[in-house]
């Protein structure tokens, strides 16, 4: 075990290119909401920042000033009522000015009025379901082929020379650029959540129930993402992969679809 | 009352305790009890630890390289399960066992032989649950939080795990009232309720949390075990029941069961930074006033857990203004240990350090929290490694150092010697670095996009989690120094600690030898009705 640490930290360090992605924040996504999601936590992160500048400059002052090494002598104050009230009242107003942008934004993740598209998505143990409602076109969405074979306990493959591994799948959630679709959530055994980063989109999906939400996507692309509820042993391996094409694009890949063959247009990448 | 049991013992004061296996079996002495509750949470600490480091192991690299998907979700279930019930809550119930019937000048705990039941049902429950990892499909894999239907999908152990967590429930309630009556009518004469020291304060707290949280968790596991045995349909759809009724019961639990772990510590950390900074704790009562605050309040958040369940809108907003409200209270805490730390005269031994960094860390945990009680910016956080960020950083440099530094500061009290102050501050500077390599990294990675509870990952997640992989290895190696110091303080090889230990501490609990004879307080201590006791 040991010498397989060792010979992975020395992959690790040789290989370092292949793994550089020292991503550190959020995505700020390819909806307008992923953006305004974006705009909130980085708005509430450096509130916490300067705060934190405060206190902690207050403390490692006094860590620095008030030690007895340095003939520090105690002073016995122990309450100042004002004192109390200040640093009652300024949190409470940093915090209204936090909550007021936080409830509009929330209000309109929650607009799900007036959709282009609407696709129910069911999560199974492990995979996700996905049916265009009105259109007659439904599929699975497994993991792919070859991160499948390489995810295996000791498979001699390394996951870096997996494209996407873990985050590819055979059959794509197509949807088109610019179109508000909404997303009807429920599950057929246990609790999943359908999660894609880049859409600033995360709703489980509850056996019995019927969640919505939506999003519109700004920009082609395809975005991944995974399941974020544990669902049992292979809870790792359901990734959810959403790829935005124009409408043109999306039309003939929906009518092919609905052909009935099996859909493998997006199987291997970009729609022709 | 505490008169009578003055009287009792004050004919033969000086009996000790009794030799071999019975001092421990049948015992009724709270000192007894509390060391046995510390030597039981030391124990789980490294079970759940080793969990910790077979998750981590596994998580170095991307691939499968030691364990299979079920193991490794038995492995973060039962990690969390030991820590939570095991390590952390029964710690601070030993640290409440040894030090408040010395803080207030009580001869015991009021209830002592419920006092040793609620002990040894401990022992029992975590044998139990620990049995389920040999038992046909394995331990319960579908995380601490039992959420059905996935929960109902566990093997043989099913019904082990509700047992154990019914029987952890009985022992948490016992104790919880044990300290309750304790407090409220054994205090010294002139020791009224804003008298009484933080610490103090802080466990009446916790114990009527236990008291409201425990109950409401042994029913929602009753419903569970009925689900999957009796035909009832509380959680399951297919039946007419509501998956999501499950998470509000358990969250009503959990959320305050997360303030049960933290309270304490912030009644631990109220007694150390007034000792070395040598100053009375600033703002004494208004600390009272938040904490209770915050436990009010902890009964009202819990479905911020939930924002992605799909809860109508009135509902996400109500759950976001009163969780971030908890920031309001816990502020005052920690603006006020920064002023008792101002123009005091601080000095640096171990206690403090690690209350100082408890201060740091905890309130890093607290910004990460405020920015996950924000609806919109959590829909991204929820169940993802940020997630796991925080509540390792309120849980580690949280509540853990808080016990940590409780045992440095009350164990030459215990024990009538001085730890090793060099191989103390080695212990503290280690687990300190540590624990930021160990969790620092997982607030990237859960910004980026990693799900918790994965036991594999895509590639691009690979160098932040060997880098909190590696941390952690280093971390759990670090708490083996801890274990060397305390036995090395036990075995009395330190420096003979006076009655004070330290210079000039606050409290009733100096005022007796180090080491704290087997019986104290056996009258009560006489306080002019002037003095302040905190």
């Given amino acids: ?272 | 009352m505490s008169g009578a049991i003055a009287n009792a013992h004050s004919k033969h004061d000086d009996h000790g305790p009794v030799k071999g296996w019975r001092r421990w079996l049948y015992a009724t002495n709270h000192k007894d009890i509390g060391t046995m509750y510390l030597v039981f949470s030391l124990v789980m600490f490294f079970c759940g630890g080793l969990m910790a480091l077979i998750i981590r192991t596994e998580l170095f690299t991307p691939g499968l390289q030691f364990v299979d998907p079920s193991f490794f979700n038995q492995m973060t279930t039962m990690h969390a399960l030991i820590m939570v019930f095991g390590a952390v809550m029964p710690a601070f119930v030993g640290l409440a066992n040894w030090m408040i019937p010395l803080m207030i000048g009580a001869p015991d705990m009021a209830l002592p032989r419920m006092n040793n039941w609620s002990f040894w049902i401990l022992p029992v429950a975590f044998s139990i649950l620990g049995s389920t990892l040999f038992m046909s499909g394995g331990a319960p894999a579908g995380g601490w939080t039992m959420y059905p239907p996935l929960v109902l999908q566990t093997g043989d152990a099913f019904p082990f795990l509700i047992f154990s967590v019914h029987l952890m429930g009985l022992s948490s309630i016992m104790g919880a009232i044990n300290v309750i009556v304790t407090i409220v009518n054994m205090r010294a004469p002139d020791m009224t309720l804003l008298k009484m020291p933080m610490f103090v304060w802080t466990w009446l707290i916790t114990a009527y949390l236990l008291l409201a949280v425990m109950p409401v968790l042994a029913g929602a596991v009753t419903m569970l075990l009925t689900d999957r045995f009796f035909g009832t349909s509380f959680f399951l759809a297919a039946g007419g029941g509501d998956p999501v009724m499950f998470q509000h019961i358990f969250w009503f639990f959990g959320h305050p069961e997360v303030y049960i772990m933290i309270l304490p510590a912030f009644g631990v950390v109220s007694e150390i930074i007034p000792t070395f900074s040598r100053k009375p704790l600033f703002g004494h009562d208004s600390m009272v006033y938040a904490a209770s605050s915050i436990a009010f309040l902890s009964f009202i958040v819990w479905a911020h857990h939930m924002f992605t369940v799909g809860m109508p809108l009135t509902g996400q907003l109500f759950f976001m203004f009163a969780t971030m409200l908890i920031a309001v209270p816990t502020g005052v805490k920690v603006f006020n240990w920064t002023a008792t730390m101002w123009k005091g005269a601080m000095t640096f031994e171990t206690p403090m350090l690690f209350s100082l960094s408890f201060l740091f860390l905890f309130t890093i945990g607290g910004f990460s929290g405020l920015m996950l009680a924000i609806v919109p910016a959590d829909i991204q956080y929820h169940d993802s490694y940020f997630v796991v960020a925080h509540f390792h950083y309120v849980l580690v440099p949280g509540s853990i150092f808080g016990v940590m530094a409780a045992v440095y500061y009350w164990m030459p009290k215990w024990t009538g010697h001085y730890y090793n102050e060099r191989l103390g501050k080695i212990h503290f500077w280690l687990s300190t670095i540590f624990v930021n390599v160990t969790f620092f990294p997982m607030h990237f990675l859960g910004l980026a996009g990693m799900p918790r509870r994965i036991p594999d990952y895509a590639t691009q997640f690979a160098d932040f989690n060997s880098i909190a992989s590696a941390g952690a290895i280093g971390f759990g190696l670090s708490q083996l120094l801890f274990v060397y110091i305390v036995i090395q303080c036990v075995r009395k090889s330190g420096a003979i600690a006076s009655q004070e230990v330290w210079d000039k501490p606050r409290g009733l609990e100096w005022t007796v030898p180090s080491p704290a004879p087997y019986h104290t307080f056996e009258t009560p201590p006489e306080v002019s009705p002037g003095a302040a006791f905190p």
């Fill in chain 1, 1 to 272: 075990m040991i010498r397989k640490l060792c010979t992975s930290v020395l992959a690790l360090l040789i290989a370092g290119d292949a793994f550089a992605d020292w991503a550190v924040n959020m995505p700020k996504g390819v909806t307008r909401l992923s953006a305004e999601t974006y705009e909130i936590h980085m708005v509430v992160f450096w509130w916490c920042v300067a705060i934190a500048v405060v206190v902690f400059g207050a403390m490692i002052w006094s860590l620095i000033n008030h030690r007895k090494s340095k003939g520090a002598v105690p002073s016995q104050f122990s309450h100042s009522m004002i004192a109390e009230v200040i640093w009652t009242t300024i949190p409470v107003i940093i915090l209204l000015i936090m909550a007021v942008p936080s409830a509009e934004l929330m209000i309109k993740l929650e607009d799900t009025r007036d959709p282009d598209l609407t696709v129910v998505i069911t999560g199974y143990q492990w995979k996700w379901h996905y049916a265009y409602q009105g259109e007659d076109v439904s599929f699975y969405s497994t993991l792919a082929r070859p991160s499948m074979a390489a995810r295996r306990r000791n498979s001699g493959i390394d996951p870096s020379t997996v494209e996407n591994y873990l985050l590819d799948v055979d059959n794509r959630l197509v949807v088109p650029k610019g179109a508000k679709v909404r997303v009807l959530l429920t599950s057929n055994d246990v609790i999943h959540s359908w999660w894609v980063p880049e859409l600033a989109m995360k709703k489980d999906a509850i056996p019995g129930f019927m969640n919505e939400t939506w999003f519109r996507a700004e920009v082609s692309g395809v975005y991944r993402g995974q399941c974020a509820e544990l669902c049992g042993m292979d809870h790792g391996y359901m990734p959810v992969v959403v790829e935005v094409v124009e409408r043109e694009a999306f039309e003939v890949w929906l009518e092919n679809e609905k052909g009935g063959a099996t859909p493998v247009a997006t199987a291997s990448g970009e729609l022709k």
